[in-house]
């Protein structure tokens, strides 16, 4: 085990999805086993990490978006191991009152977000499967903290990866919990246009879901856009994540490929 934090709840001795996340983001959460599975991918697409500063970047500048629309309460899916930046930190920044769930289904990650939030009676960690969400929607946490028939922020942020199959019927259901004036986001690994690129990113992959307990997959730019089906496109509307409203001086170069790698997206419920 390594000498940085571990957290409480059960062990595990496999590689995860959140704490090989959180190795690429230089946080203080992972395992031995984490960072392995993360130097591995960085062996193999030496971008990797890059692709999630933007991703978590992205997280940011849109809470921050949403609570300037108005939005209050969130519901943040796939919510990973807390690091600098959180939803409720940004949120609650602007908004002492702003409310937040998270949901993610590895107990690590809910055993170490429960401690940090245990003096934040607006925000909670709940372990739940993203791919069931009656029982999410249904969490007694999640009815006591959330109005539904308010607006609410559903941040899908890099989570969809890990729904097998069809991520369709999974997103219209939690839609179809939302009031209009509610806001979707969703990012999402794409794969690059450039051949070298895709082999990369193909070995990859291939590395990734042989180590990780959670097998990840990738989604063309058309299966993303159909998830925002029956939504109205916020602008500049799906594209590169970092691209989305980023902060004066920081658009990205078109050559980058951890940049061409991640699209994002924001949606109002109408
Ligand atoms: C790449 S991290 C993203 C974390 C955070 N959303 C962000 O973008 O900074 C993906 C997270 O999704 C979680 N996850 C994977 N499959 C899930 C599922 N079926 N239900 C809920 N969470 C899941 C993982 O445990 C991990 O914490």
């Known amino acids: 085990m390594a000498a940085h934090e571990v957290p409480a709840g059960p062990s595990r001795t496999r590689a995860s999805a959140a704490g090989v996340y959180d190795w690429c983001l230089g946080g203080r959460h992972h395992l031995d086993c984490d960072a392995e599975a993360g130097i591995e991918a960085l062996r193999r697409l030496p971008t990797a990490t ?7 970047e992205f997280l940011r500048r849109v809470v921050r978006w949403m609570v300037e629309q108005g939005i209050r309460q969130f519901l943040d899916l796939g919510s990973g191991y807390p690091t600098v930046g959180n ?3 940004i949120a609650q920044d602007h908004a002492r009152d702003a409310r937040v769930v998270y949901v993610d289904l590895d107990p690590d990650t809910v055993a170490v977000s429960t401690r940090l939030l245990a003096d934040n009676p607006h925000a909670v960690c709940i372990q739940g499967d993203v791919c069931d969400p009656d029982a999410v929607l249904r969490h ?12 609410a922020g559903l941040l899908m942020i890099s989570v969809l990866p890990f729904v097998p199959g069809d991520a369709g019927p999974v997103v219209r259901h939690y839609k179809s919990a939302l009031a209009p004036g509610s806001y979707l986001a969703i990012s999402h690994v794409t794969p690059p246009e450039d051949d070298r690129a895709r082999e990369q990113q193909a070995a990859l992959a291939a590395s990734y879901n042989k180590t990780v307990e959670t097998p990840a997959r990738l989604r063309t ?7 925002f089906a029956r939504t109205e496109l916020v602008p500049p509307g799906l594209g590169r994540a970092t691209d989305w409203r980023p902060a004066p001086g920081h658009r990205t170069e078109r050559d980058d490929q951890a940049a061409a790698v991640l699209l994002g997206g924001v949606a109002r419920i109408p």
């Open 221 to 227: 730019r058309e299966e993303i856009l159909a998830l």
């Open 140 to 151: 007694e946490e999640v009815r006591r903290l959330l109005d539904f028939s308010q607006p």
């Open 87 to 89: 939803v409720h930190e």
């Open 50 to 56: 890059l692709t999630a500063r933007y991703n978590r």
